[in-house]
């Protein structure tokens, strides 16, 4: 039994009529944790969803749950909530690996990829954080084409014959653009209803089927 402190978001929380909670996080240190807040809601306390927080807690050993025994919301990440295109984006983001990944799990740069999210760069950054999600759990993988399964010897997600007959130009050039960090980081992207519609079939192969995508898709924001 430890005293930890970790930089993390909330992004769901139980309710119970005694006012505690558990929550479920995703922390800098530790990755995806479970957590037990015993005075969740009052007059001093409110646990508040995707918001970074610095989040004292005590970690144990022997159990999956953890108790949260302070929390300070960085406020500098309030638009986190108040952006509702990246709201509904960033639980996606948390549906989509409580999917796929166990309580413990650490995504080596999951953090610092979210931590650099911002009004101007979500739209391109969370859809290169959703890929990132899927290859690190193996449902997509560089060198098997995401379009047609087609395995190839070039380290890249989409075949030659895909690449010239039957993908939207946009889409091709964000999917070949990840083939080099150097020429993501010049790809412009406003609009990322293409990465939406991509993701969705691929997770529908897996029978996952996120709320918040249904939502985005619906919205269409």
Known sequence: MNSEVTKGIIYRVIKYSDRSAIC???????????????????KNRSIQKILPAEIRYVYKDNTDLHKITAIEYLTEYSF????TPLYL????????????????????????????LNRENYIKGVSYI?????????????????????????YSFICERCEYLNVDDELKRFVKALEDRGSFKKFFM??????????FDILKKHQIFPKSLKLIKDLNI
């Open 130 to 154: 959703l890929f990132y999600i899927l290859e690190t759990s193996g449902i997509i993988n560089r060198g098997v084409c995401i379009f047609c399964g087609a395995e190839m010897e070039k």
């Open 24 to 42: 479920f996080g995703y922390t800098e240190q530790r990755g995806r944790l479970k957590f037990f807040v015993s005075n969740a809601f009052g």
């Open 80 to 83: 986190f909530q108040t952006e």
């Open 190 to 199: 406003k609009d990322d209803s293409y990465i939406i519609n991509l993701i």
């Open 89 to 116: 984006r960033l639980n996606l983001i948390f549906e989509i690996i409580e999917d796929l990944f166990p309580l413990g799990s650490n995504l080596d740069e999951l953090w610092r990829y979210l931590i650099s």
